[in-house]
């Protein structure tokens, strides 16, 4: 069972404008949820993160909106730069227990 | 901060052959995960562990898979018998348990290939 998902395989955006990644989930205890990114042949990387209690984290150009009664939350980049270009994936835990992971999604940023 | 270690980086192999992984976690971690990651797929939880405990292992850890801990250092995944459907990235991560969310640190991984 696929508790968290990313519908969205790959994102194509402009340079210089807002990139928008997805992500669903299903289990109702998830409390803590987490972006990371990763390039190729490398592990992933933390991004920014956002607990149940909160529904908006900024962190510089990135910001991650969780809406706890649509189990769905959202990263925003703003403005979009070529080094932006990973592979995006959303995870989220329960009582600090082992993260799940998305299938994640390939956002490119055209210059 | 070094980081987490993760060796080899690059492992081929033949079906049938025994292959071992070594992870260094981040020296002040208390916790150590193995997660796999296939192509077009998010890592998938393997197993973790607290100081030297294995605390939980996924289904998808087979009899052939063990992972070890000895001290609560470093921590070895072993693979006996490969099949060709364990090619996969073999990620490690570390995190420091208490007072609030876990974040996990991972490696760079180790790309198995089972010819």
């Known amino acids: 069972d696929q508790q968290v998902k990313q519908n969205s395989p790959s994102l194509s955006v402009q340079e210089g404008r807002i990139s928008i990644l997805n992500c669903d989930y299903t289990?109702?205890?998830?409390?803590?949820f987490l972006w990371y990114k990763k390039y190729p042949a490398e592990g992933p990387t933390f991004l920014i993160s956002?607990?149940?209690?909160?529904d908006k984290n900024e962190d510089g150009r990135f910001t991650v909106f969780l809406n706890k009664s649509a189990k769905h939350l959202s990263l925003h980049i703003v403005p979009s730069q070529p080094g932006d270009s990973a592979v995006y994936f959303c995870?989220?835990?329960?009582?600090?227990?082992?993260?799940?992971f998305g299938q994640g999604t390939r956002l490119t940023i055209n210059p | 901060d070094t980081g987490v270690s993760q060796n080899p980086r690059h492992k081929i192999t033949k079906r049938g052959q025994n292959v071992t992984f070594r992870c260094d976690p981040i020296s002040e971690h208390n916790r150590l995960y193995w997660y796999r990651q296939t192509l077009g797929q998010g890592p998938e939880f393997l197993t973790y562990f607290q100081n030297e405990a294995q605390l939980e292992k996924s289904r998808l850890l087979s009899d052939r898979f063990s992972a070890e801990r000895p001290k609560g250092s470093f921590s070895t995944l072993e693979i006996q018998r490969t099949e060709q459907g364990d090619s996969a990235m073999y990620l490690c991560?570390?995190?420091?348990?208490?007072?609030?969310?876990?974040?996990?640190?991972f490696g760079s991984g180790t790309q198995l290939s089972v010819l």
């Open positions: 956002i607990s149940s209690i909160k």
């Open positions: 991560a570390s995190s420091r348990v208490g007072g609030g969310n876990e974040k996990l640190f």
């Open positions: 289990n109702s205890m998830f409390d803590y």
């Open positions: 995870a989220a835990s329960a009582g600090a227990q082992k993260l799940v």
